[in-house]
C-alpha cells in the first residue's frame, strides 16, 4: 500500500464502530485474541472459576468480541494435559455459565477449536516439563501428525491415517455443534502456529503423497475439509473464522502468497473472517518481533483475498491500533499481552481517543468510575 493510500480515511469504521458478520453484531473492533492459560488443572478439558474470572472480566473490559483459548477436539489434540476441551459432551455445560457472563458483559463469546497434532503433549507451569514433551507415566501421550516429523526437540509422531484424518473432521464439526450448543456465538479453527492443521499446510512439516500432501490443494485439504464440515455443523447465522499463520518465516515453507490463495479458497467455503498472525511452524527460525509486526500480512490478506481480516503482534497502544483500521489495514484489532495486563484496555483506549464516556462501553456498574 503507498503512502497515499495509507493517509486516514474518516469513511472507514473506527475501533468502536459495530461490526456484523452474519446474524452477529460485534460492539466494537477490539478484541481477545484466543491465548492459553493452561488452568483445566483437573485435566479434563472443563473450564473451571479462574476461566469465569477471566474471560468475563475482559468482557466487562469492553471488549467486542472475547475468542476463548485453543479447546481440543479430541483428547490427544491437546497442547498440554491441561488444555480445555469439547470432544465430549459431558462438557458443554461446564462452559455455559462463561458463555452467558460473556454475553451478559456485552461481549461476542467466541471459541478457539484446535488439535496440536505433533505439538500436543507438552509442558505447562502446572504440570512442568516446560518446552518438551510430557512422559506418558506423568500423563503424556504419543503424538501424531501429517507425518513423522518432529517439532524441535519434541517426540516424534507417527503420521495419520486417512481413515483418522476423516474422523479428525468430524471431531473439529461435532465440537463446533457442542460450543453452540453451549451458547458460543462464533467458531475459529486454529489452523495457525505450527499445530496440526497448519502442520498439513506446511510441505515443510508435511511429506505427505496422497490426496493430502503434494501441492497447495492437496496440503489444505484437511482445512477445507474440517472448514466444511463446520460451518454444515453450526446454523448459518454463526460466524466462521480461521486463524492462518501467514509465514513461517523459514525459506520453502508456508508463505504470503500461499495464505492469500487459502484465503481466497476459504471465503468461497463460508469462511468471514481470517485472524492473521505468522509463525509457530518450525523451530529455529528468526522472526522480525517489533510493534506492528504481522500487520503488512493481514493488511495483504484484506486487500487481495477480499475478505474481512485481523490484526494482532504487539499492537498495545489506542492510537496504534486506531491508526490500523484508519489505514484500512485490518477490520479489527486484537489485543493479547497488554489485556493480560489490563482487562479493561478498551475502556482506557476510548477514553485516550477522546471518546465520549456516554459511547465507552461501560457496564452499568462501572458507570460511576468513567474517565
Keep these: 500500500m503507498s503512502k497515499a493510500d495509507k493517509k486516514v480515511s474518516k469513511d472507514r469504521p473506527g475501533l468502536f464502530a459495530p461490526m456484523t458478520l452474519r446474524e452477529v453484531t460485534v460492539r466494537n473492533r477490539i478484541w481477545l485474541p484466543p491465548m492459553c492459560t493452561y488452568s483445566s488443572f483437573a485435566r479434563d478439558g472443563r473450564p473451571t472459576p479462574f476461566h469465569y474470572q477471566h474471560y468475563v472480566s475482559r468482557a466487562f473490559g469492553g471488549f467486542g468480541m472475547v475468542i476463548v483459548e485453543s479447546t481440543a477436539v479430541a483428547p490427544e489434540g491437546r497442547i498440554t494435559p491441561c488444555d480445555l476441551g469439547l470432544w465430549e459432551d459431558g462438557q458443554i455445560d461446564a462452559w455455559r455459565w462463561i458463555v452467558d457472563g460473556i454475553r451478559e458483559a456485552g461481549a461476542v463469546p467466541a471459541i478457539q477449536l484446535n488439535h496440536a497434532g505433533r505439538k500436543a503433549s507438552t509442558g505447562c507451569f502446572a504440570v512442568g516439563y516446560d518446552g518438551q514433551s510430557v512422559p506418558e507415566e506423568a500423563g503424556g501421550w504419543p503424538t501424531m501428525a501429517p507425518s513423522e516429523i518432529a517439532f524441535g526437540g519434541l517426540r516424534t509422531p507417527r503420521a495419520l491415517s486417512v481413515d483418522e484424518i476423516h474422523g479428525l473432521v468430524g471431531a473439529f464439526a461435532a465440537a463446533a455443534g457442542r460450543a453452540v450448543a453451549a451458547g458460543f456465538q462464533a467458531i475459529q479453527i486454529h489452523a495457525a502456529h505450527g499445530y496440526l ?51 513461517d518465516w523459514a525459506a520453502g515453507g508456508w508463505d504470503l502468497d500461499q495464505t492469500i490463495a487459502l484465503s481466497k479458497v476459504l471465503k468461497e467455503h463460508g469462511v468471514d473472517v481470517m485472524d492473521v498472525s505468522t509463525g509457530g511452524i518450525m523451530s529455529g527460525v528468526s522472526i522480525p518481533v517489533k510493534p506492528n509486526y504481522q500487520v503488512p500480512f493481514s493488511e495483504q490478506v484484506k486487500a487481495k483475498a477480499d475478505i474481512p481480516v485481523t490484526a494482532v503482534g504487539l499492537i498495545t497502544k489506542p492510537k496504534q491500533a486506531a491508526k490500523i483500521l484508519a489505514h484500512g489495514e485490518a477490520d479489527a484489532v486484537e489485543i493479547g499481552r497488554a489485556a493480560l495486563r489490563d482487562p479493561y484496555w478498551p475502556l482506557r483506549a476510548a477514553n485516550k481517543l477522546g471518546i465520549p464516556s456516554t459511547e465507552i462501553p461501560y457496564a452499568p456498574q462501572y458507570v460511576a468510575g468513567a474517565y
Design 197 to 247: 492443521i497448519s502442520q498439513f499446510l506446511d510441505p515443510l512439516s508435511n511429506e505427505r503423497d496422497d490426496e493430502y500432501g503434494g501441492d497447495l490443494t492437496g496440503r489444505s485439504r484437511f482445512l477445507v475439509e474440517v472448514v466444511d464440515a463446520v460451518r454444515g455443523a453450526v446454523p448459518e447465522g454463526v460466524p466462521v473464522l480461521v486463524r492462518i499463520s501467514a509465514t
